[in-house]
Nanobody
Framework: QAQLVESGGGLVQPGGSLRLSCVASGGTFAIYAFRIFTMGWYRQAPGQERELVAV???????TYADFVKGRFTISRDNARNTVFLQMNSLKPEDTAVYYC?????????WGQGTQVTVSS
């Protein structure tokens, strides 16, 4: 069964860094299939809607939300079925549950999320 598993969240002080990872496994995420998925990171803060953070296409093109440009970097390692989100210069308003997303047309998958808390 296809699944996405996030890791790397935690508590960090303002200005600090974290690196999130998301590993895709099982089902459709065979070694051949992962590379054709558009992979993304989304986040949801308490009482707010889920919002796009960053996306990376199968060809490596990237898109970022304005509020993370210059601070976050999304990347992927197709050999390891993994997508990363490097988060630098973190702010308290970055506090949220971060979700990994895999999208290929009608096939969309979500991870369970990892909590990121930015606080002194």
């Amino acid at each position: 069964q296809a699944q996405l598993v996030e890791s790397g969240g935690g508590l960090v002080q303002p200005g600090g860094s974290l690196r999130l990872s998301c590993v895709a496994s099982g089902g459709t995420f065979a070694i051949y299939a992962f590379r054709i998925f558009t992979m993304g990171w989304y986040r949801q803060a308490p009482g707010q809607e889920r919002e796009l953070v960053a996306v990376i296409t199968s060809s490596g093109g990237t898109t970022y939300a304005d509020f993370v440009k210059g601070r976050f970097t999304i990347s992927r390692d197709n050999a390891r079925n993994t997508v990363f989100l490097q988060m630098n210069s973190l702010k308290p308003e970055d506090t949220a549950v971060y979700y990994c997303n895999a999208d290929r047309g009608p096939a969309v998958y979500w991870g369970q999320g990892t909590q990121v808390t930015v606080s002194s």
